[in-house]
């Protein structure tokens, strides 16, 4: 059971938006940056947000992230089929000193 | 182009060691950070290790289920991360990546970019 709590799956229609929430505590999400990856089937993940809400050069503004307490959301517009794939939050607790993932969340666009 | 790339992996029995290792190109490790992480056959991501030089200390950080078995160090000189696991078990097995660890001021200002393409550990007898 992870430590970041992320619903297992979440589905949309090709043009709409979801949201993919990531739920932690005071130790890790409150007081630390929370990331955000994106694993296409069968590859290595990739940076998707950081610093809670920042995006690398590359990534389109499609993808937006926020941070509020003890939670982080990521949300995507504009799904498309390409879209599919496992999105994993990830922060650094500080009461453990460990780096930490959320379970992960399939997103399927119907 | 910044790159890591591991290598090492494969069939190894329960209770027997292996090293990984991630090479580094397009950057030098001397300024950044790197982490081990691992998944599962059809699981999620798994932290794993991260060391990281914040200039005054060269840390270690371990998740506790790996702490006492796993060890990560570095040589700049080849520009390269190691990961070496002892007292392996059939849990180990997983497919292991390196990422590069940006950190902005501490370790809770950090994310991880990039990342290999993974090396397959499987501990089986």
């Known amino acids: 059971q992870s430590v970041l709590t992320q619903p297992p799956s979440v589905s949309a229609a090709p043009g709409q938006k979801v949201t993919i929430s990531c739920s932690g505590s005071?130790?890790?999400?409150?007081?630390?940056?929370v990331s955000w990856y994106r694993q296409l089937p069968g590859t290595a993940p990739k940076l998707l947000i950081y610093d809670n809400n920042k995006r690398p050069s590359g990534i389109p503004d499609r993808f937006s992230a926020s941070k509020s307490g003890t939670s982080a959301t990521l949300g995507i517009t504009g799904l498309q089929t390409g879209d599919e794939a496992d999105y994993y939050c990830?922060?650094?607790?500080?009461?453990?000193?460990?780096?930490?993932f959320g379970g992960g969340t399939k997103l399927t666009v119907l | 182009q910044v790159q890591v790339e591991e290598w090492g992996g494969g069939v190894v029995q329960p209770g027997r060691s292996l090293r990984l290792s991630c090479g580094a190109s397009g950057f030098t490790l001397r300024s950044y950070g790197v982490n081990w992480v691992r998944q599962a056959p059809g699981k999620g991501l798994e932290w794993v290790a991260l060391i990281w030089d914040d200039g005054t200390n060269n840390n270690k950080y371990y998740a506790g289920s790996v702490k006492g078995r796993f060890s990560i160090s570095r040589d700049t000189s080849k520009n390269t991360v190691y990961l070496q696991m002892s007292s392996l078990r059939a849990d180990d097995t997983a497919v292991y990546y390196c990422a590069r660890a940006v950190v902005l001021t501490a370790v809770g200002d950090s994310w991880f970019d990039p990342w290999g393409q993974g090396t397959l550990v499987t501990v089986s007898s």
């Open positions: 005071s130790s890790n999400i409150g007081n630390n940056y």
């Open positions: 990830g922060t650094w607790d500080s009461s453990l000193s460990v780096g930490i």
